[in-house]
């Protein structure tokens, strides 16, 4: 099927740039009971000449970087910021596949990670039917791109490709000016939650007033 057969078949989003070629399009993981193997990843290579791919070990220093550097500004915008950056949280979703990067020539333009469940945020809604965004990072040289776009268009490519209801996300619950951004992306606001103290939550997650956001794919 050619490529613009494809993407029309997947709805592609009004605005967002054709894409010229996807990679391993056939390989994206259907993973059944959520156990999803890290080696299989879609790439997409768009007119701007970006991928998205998993992040490396080699890496980490600049994940770090990124999440100092998107604290510093938020805190200067006056926004709540993370009262620190969870190192080993970092690592595992590294180490496990969950991490992934957009990439243009030698640059991270973005990094963001993702679950396959979220009991401890989502509760009885966590039915297996949703893939959750987290830690969303924009490197501060590449803000105003519409990052946060090939984000979204990713995570619903994954979604259909693996039979998923939802993406999903959450974010401060009193920052209303990044709660109206995402929902101009179609999001829906579900509910105001503050989160638990629970050890399996990252420590940046723990005790958190966030507001909770669902988009049907």
């Not at 299989?40 to 890496?59: G, S, W």
């Amino acid at each position: 099927m050619a490529v613009r057969n494809i993407m029309n078949a997947l709805h592609q989003p009004a605005g967002f740039g054709c894409i010229d070629v996807i990679r391993y399009f056939s390989s994206l993981p259907v993973f059944p009971n959520f156990q999803i193997n890290h080696n299989q990843v879609i790439e997409m290579i768009t007119t701007d000449n970006f991928k998205i791919v998993n992040t490396v070990k080699d890496d980490l220093d600049k994940v770090v970087w990124l999440f100092e550097q998107a604290m510093e500004l938020q805190g200067k915008n006056g926004y709540k910021v993370w009262t620190g950056i969870d190192k080993i949280t970092l690592e595992k979703d590294i180490e496990n596949g969950l991490q992934y990067k957009i990439v243009m020539d030698n640059d991270i333009l973005c990094i963001f990670s993702i679950q396959h469940n979220d009991p401890f945020i989502w509760r009885d809604r966590d039915q297996s039917d949703a893939i959750y965004l987290h830690r969303i990072v924009v490197n501060p040289h590449f803000k105003g791109q519409r990052q946060f776009e090939k984000v979204l268009h990713w995570a619903k490519l994954f979604a259909r490709r693996n039979n998923l209801k939802f993406v999903r996300m959450d974010t401060w619950a009193d920052n209303e000016k990044i709660i109206d951004y995402y929902k101009s992306f179609g999001f829906e606001f579900i509910e105001y939650y503050k989160t638990t103290h629970a050890p399996e939550l990252p420590i940046q997650n723990r005790d958190l007033n966030v507001a909770l956001l669902e988009l049907a794919v």
